[in-house]
């Protein structure tokens, strides 16, 4: 409905149809900075924040960047079940055949990943996300796809992603030796106050419009209400920008961006 009253091009807070078009704000480049520089070390790291906050989002982006050539990146999502069930996620991902035998499954990933390295001369990188999911044991059957040749060599780059309380799961004594594997911790944090005004800015314009449509009250109640987090940011925008097409406003005001968290509101 607001899209023809405002004329806008196309929808301005749905997500982006190419990585060139993301928001380059300070915690995105130095989340994607970290996890560079994992990828480097070869190691394990962990990527944690709110949900939100562009995890996936900041993942997916670094994957982007890297030489297909050289690298060969394997995602897997909403791994729920027993070490297993994860072995088996991962294998369907790396495209192995389904072992029946934990032992098994986990010794053709590794087979896998050191014919990549030996012999394809690329690095794979493994992207567990959703890992706040993931039950105690599984946590700590996947560092030992890391294990190699005694430690002395890194074939593997794992990424745990989850929410913040994977975070403080891996701080439990029962995971110390996972933890003392982590070669880079990252919280992703939401946009500044600032930069909201100037996302604001980059996905109008991205639709066509070169206006400042949300009144400086409105992106107040913007960060308020949304805590700095992409998504949140997203939704609310969304539905405030049809509060103010309903009223026939050519601006959102901070009374439209109330409508819509009242909307949003479980």
């Known amino acids: 409905m607001y899209q023809r009253h405002f004329a806008f091009t196309r929808l301005p807070f749905e997500t982006p149809e190419q990585t060139g078009e993301l928001f380059e704000s300070n915690a995105r480049s130095e989340a994607e900075a970290r996890l560079a520089h994992l990828i480097e070390l ?4 962990l990527l944690t924040g709110e949900p939100g906050s562009g995890k996936t989002t900041v993942c997916r982006h670094v994957a982007a960047q890297l030489h297909p050539g ?4 394997h995602y897997v999502s909403l791994t729920t079940g027993n070490v297993l069930d994860v072995y088996k996620a991962i294998a369907w991902e790396i495209g192995l055949p389904v072992e029946r035998s934990r032992a098994t499954a986990r010794q053709a990933i590794r087979n896998e990943i050191s014919r990549l390295v030996t012999e394809a001369g690329q690095l794979p990188v493994l992207v ?3 890992a706040h999911h993931l039950r105690n044991d599984v946590l700590e059957d996947l560092r030992l796809l890391t294990n190699f040749a005694m430690d002395a060599q890194q074939r593997l780059c794992l990424i745990l992603v989850g929410l ?3 975070r403080r799961r891996l701080a439990m004594a029962m995971h110390e030796s996972l933890s003392q594997r982590l070669v880079v911790r990252h919280h992703l944090t939401g946009l500044s106050r600032e930069e909201v005004d100037v996302y604001i800015r980059h996905r109008l314009r991205l639709s066509g419009c070169e206006l400042p449509l949300f009144e400086a009250p409105a992106v107040e109640a913007l960060f308020q209400g949304a805590r700095g987090l992409p998504r949140q ?9 049809s509060a103010a097409a309903i009223d026939g406003a050519k601006t959102v005001s901070a009374e439209h961006l109330q409508r819509a968290l009242e909307e949003l509101r479980p």
Do not use: P, Q
């Not at 050289?70 to 990146?73: G, H, K």
């Not at 940011?233 to 920008?241: C, D, E, G, T, V």
């Open 70 to 73: 050289l690298y060969r990146v």
């Open 42 to 45: 070869r190691g394990i790291g």
């Open 164 to 166: 913040t309380e994977l």
């Open 128 to 130: 567990i996300d959703e």
């Open 233 to 241: 940011i997203n939704r609310i925008a969304h539905y405030a920008l």
